[in-house]
């Protein structure tokens, strides 16, 4: 297993993959809109893992000169609970912190509640905030 910024050869496997877990339900999920914007906005900020070349994982950070956020934290099915996403999640983590970053934050949705196990593992705890979005389209 091998995990580094994704490159362009990447495309169709990422996206496969997002949309098997990601299934769009709004234009500001949908994989290759996803893709597209963050490939104009700070794209060594997107790691994949591949095996023999196919992508099975994926993390998007973003650093805004503030907070660092995580997104899109993935593994393909078949693959989980071998510490791929641990390994994406501290490839994300040290690429973000080289950028000056002090504070990390990532949203799960409520209802997927047992990836918090997975966060808290690795150092991430859960803060009382309330967490509001608004969609600009
Ligand atoms: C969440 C996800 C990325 C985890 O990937 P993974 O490669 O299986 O994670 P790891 O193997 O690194 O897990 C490390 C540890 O986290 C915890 N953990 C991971 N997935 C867990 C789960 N579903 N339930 C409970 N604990 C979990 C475990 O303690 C695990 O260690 P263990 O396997 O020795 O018990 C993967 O399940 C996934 O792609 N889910 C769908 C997308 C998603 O929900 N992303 C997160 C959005 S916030």
Known sequence: MEIRPYQDQDKAGLLALWEEIFPAGSPHNDPQTSLENKLRVDRDLLFVAL??????????????????????????PPLRRQGIASALMHTIEEKIKSLGCLKLNL?????????????EELGFSVEDRISMGKKLY
């Open 51 to 76: 095996i023999d070349d196919v992508v099975i994982g994926s993390v998007m950070g973003g650093y805004d000169g503030h907070r660092g956020w995580i997104y899109s934290l993935a593994v393909s």
């Open 107 to 119: 949203q799960v949705i409520a209802s997927n509640d047992k990836v918090i196990d997975l966060y």
